[in-house]
């Protein structure tokens, strides 16, 4: 890495104070910023619920492109599996809806160790799987009021110039960190208000000025990058392995849905980063968060094998 691509302090501390707020209940996370173990709470146990936000989410820097997902998930297992980022701490990190977000990021040239990627809620949902309640989203996570305070201190230190939210959930997430009041209780708006605030599913799209970010958000935001817009966000079909799926048959549901993720997300490429995707999908690097043994002996098998079957289906 040359001088030009490494880092300022400043990046780097913006990440370095979340993770220690994130983790203030566990003690022997603040010595390990790749969380080389599962977290471990205050007596030594392994928590239930670990949380998911460390390095292995991408370089501690300003990305272009930030993803925010629903939640970390277990490949089924409710907690008991190896695999998802519940059992690796990857983001995205094992399940078919982790194979399908890397057809997505090398959709348009990039890798987990250009980008970076979070969820509204970065631990396991409390009944095992699926989307968090709004509830558990506005639950203290750390030392963070909520969850919905960690995604607007995640957004203000990646500074994307591109903010994409994966699913439903993490579009009520993002447009809800942003309006955070510190004098008025956190609220996600329904689907229905951002709808007719313009937002639209595969469109790039301005911050909609009917829900417009709270002016703390926007101090802070000018604070870490003077002068710099707000990003643009794209709501793109969350890839879980019910919208979108490498063993359909082309043309089914599961099979367009992709398309039309990977249409989108080319459209914002082009006209947010001024970036073309490229004509043939890269495969995975070695090295950075790929050299990590949860991925080369866990994920990178397993996407592998699907990312073939995508490929063999001319995605």
Not at 60 to 70: D, E, K, P, T, Y
Not at 290 to 308: G, K, S
């Amino acid at each position: 890495m040359s001088s030009a691509d490494r880092p300022s302090d400043a990046e780097v501390q913006r990440f370095r104070r979340i993770f220690e707020r994130v983790h203030a209940g566990h003690p022997r996370c603040l010595t390990d910023e790749w969380l080389s173990e599962p977290c471990r709470l205050a007596d030594g146990t392994v928590a239930p619920r670990p949380i998911v936000w460390s390095r292995r989410n991408g370089p501690w820097r300003r990305h272009s492109v930030l993803w925010i997902g629903a939640a970390p998930g277990n490949a089924g297992g409710k907690g008991a599996g190896a695999l998802g980022a519940h059992g690796t701490r990857i983001p995205f990190g094992g399940d078919i809806g982790g194979a399908n977000f890397d057809v997505l990021l090398s959709t348009i040239g990039l890798d987990r160790n250009q980008t970076f990627v979070a969820a509204a809620l970065n631990q396991l949902p409390a009944r095992g799987g699926g989307e968090p309640s709004p509830a558990e989203l506005l639950a203290p996570v750390g030392d963070y009021p909520s969850s919905l305070h960690l995604l607007q201190d995640t957004i203000i230190a990646v500074g994307p110039r591109l903010l994409i939210a994966l699913g439903n959930v993490a579009l009520r997430a993002i447009v809800a960190a942003g309006r955070l009041d510190p004098a008025a209780p956190p609220r996600l708006p329904s689907l229905d208000r951002l709808a007719k605030a313009g937002l639209s599913r595969g469109r790039p799209s301005p911050w909609p000025a009917a829900e417009p970010p709270g002016p703390d958000f926007l101090e802070r935001w000018q604070a870490a990058w003077p002068g710099e817009p707000l990003p643009v966000l794209l709501w793109l079909t969350h890839p879980s392995a019910q919208n979108m799926s490498p063993f359909a048959r082309a043309g089914t549901a599961f099979h367009t849905r992709m398309l039309e993720a990977q249409a989108a997300l080319r459209l914002a490429a082009r006209e947010c980063l001024g970036r073309d995707a490229p004509a043939v999908r890269p495969p995975f690097p070695t090295g950075g968060i790929y050299a990590l043994p949860e991925w080369r002996d866990l994920v990178a098998p397993r996407h592998t094998q699907l990312d073939r079957l995508w490929r063999e289906k001319g995605v």
